[in-house]
């Protein structure tokens, strides 16, 4: 049933988008059945690339073309929707208008569409790019003097899988420990795939380090991809995974309390197993707060309990613009500091990507999170 929603969403999509090229366009007869020949073409590679994504990937450089050029498309298919859906919207006005802006007006749905392929290369281009490591200061009412420029690495949305694989693991991994972090953090969104196809893409991860340790919580595709399995391996390659637990940071008389939960997608799945920000900071000591939820909107759930800092991935910034704009509609924070309620929610967009390798105005990274007590009187930078 999921995949037939899903066939017919990315089939109304491909609809409009040939419409309105053609309307645009007013092609020969002959263009025509071109334009609408390589649509239905793309339409199929884009669905064999999602099958072979799954079943044959890692695998012959045939089926690796495939999924690539196929994602790829995916992406270019959201934004010449969008820009579908501007230039109709534009066509509409153009209604009302006297017929000497009839020119204007396709002008305009054809530079919608340019501007659309323009932003797909550079999205491509965005997306393979290193993440960027940088360190970014938060400024946090109630942590101790001791944890005063205590480092943290959040790393989260990986996404290793059909293309993200080994090579780009291991540089990641190389850079991340390089930035010398006290703590590291993973915050869901491993992967997308099973342990057996890419437990060797994964493994690098094994040479992050930190001063403190390196913490996995798990995100929606670990539901997805093997939740069991792949939370099992996190911990062989040194990872505590906490799931509705914590545990405690002691330097001299102060404290800073670690704590995580699980994600929604787990409690649809085994009740036992829904994420409990109550039952992960059942008894722990006093001490500053940070809890690790996989997504922002988890932050509702953990009022009243005095944490002083969220972080949470799961949003990719919006990873594709203007999408970000339909991520503001599930989550209360989509990139950097935030305020949900009572608790400072810091959102990364992630180190990898979903989908479509591409990434507009929504850079990859692992930020590196300095942290700094509030001063009176002062606001988080």
């Known amino acids: 049933m999921f995949f037939l929603i899903v066939l017919s969403v990315f089939g109304g999509a491909h609809a409009l988008i040939g419409f309105r090229l053609a309307a645009l366009l007013q092609p020969t007869p002959v263009w025509r059945t071109i334009l609408w020949s390589s649509l239905a073409a793309l ?48 066509s509409g006005v153009g209604h009302f208008l006297p017929k000497s802006f009839a020119d204007g007006i396709r002008s305009i749905g054809i530079g919608f569409f340019a501007i659309a392929l323009l932003g797909g290369v550079w999205g ?6 290193a993440p960027r490591i940088h360190e970014i200061e938060l400024r946090l009412a109630g942590l101790p003097r001791a944890f005063d420029g205590y480092r943290v690495a959040h790393i989260t949305d990986t996404h290793i899988g059909p293309i993200l694989r080994r ?11 390089s930035a010398k972090a006290d703590l590291v953090v993973h915050t869901g969104d ?28 798990t995100g929606n595709h670990e539901s997805y991809s093997g939740l069991l ?28 309390v670690v704590a995580g939960v699980t994600d929604h997608h787990e409690g649809r799945h085994a009740a036992h197993r829904a994420p409990d ?21 988890q932050a509702f759930s ?53 989908g479509p390798p591409m990434r507009l105005f929504a850079p990859n990274e692992v930020p590196i999170l300095v942290l700094r007590p509030l001063d009176p009187g002062r606001q988080n930078l």
Do not use: C
């Open 229 to 256: 399995e792949w939370s099992s391996y996190a911990r062989e390659l040194g990872y505590r995974v906490l799931e509705n637990g914590h545990f405690a940071i002691v330097r001299g008389q102060d404290t800073l």
């Open 302 to 354: 953990a009022q009243g309990l005095r944490v002083g800092l969220q972080l949470s991935g799961h949003t990719h910034g919006g990873q594709i613009w203007p999408f970000h704009h339909l991520v503001r509609l599930a989550q209360p924070v989509v990139s950097g500091l935030g305020q949900v309620g009572d608790v400072p929610v810091f959102v990364s967009n992630g180190a990898g990507y979903w």
């Open 124 to 129: 491509l281009v965005s997306a393979a790019r």
């Open 167 to 177: 090579g780009w693991t291991e540089s990641l991994a190389t850079r991340v420990d």
């Open 277 to 297: 920000p109550r039952k992960a900071l059942e008894g722990a000591p006093d001490g500053f707060r940070v809890l690790l939820a996989h997504q922002p909107v």
């Open 43 to 90: 339409m199929a590679v884009s669905i064999g690339g999602m099958v072979l994504a799954r079943t044959a990937v890692p695998g012959p450089w045939w089926a690796e073309l495939v999924v690539r050029i196929g994602f790829a498309w995916m992406g270019f298919v959201l934004l010449f929707f969008a820009a579908s859906l501007a230039g109709a919207v534009v």
């Open 190 to 217: 491993l992967v997308d795939g099973s342990l057996d196809r890419l437990a060797h893409s994964v493994e690098p991860l094994r040479n992050v380090s930190g001063t403190d340790g390196k913490v996995f919580v």
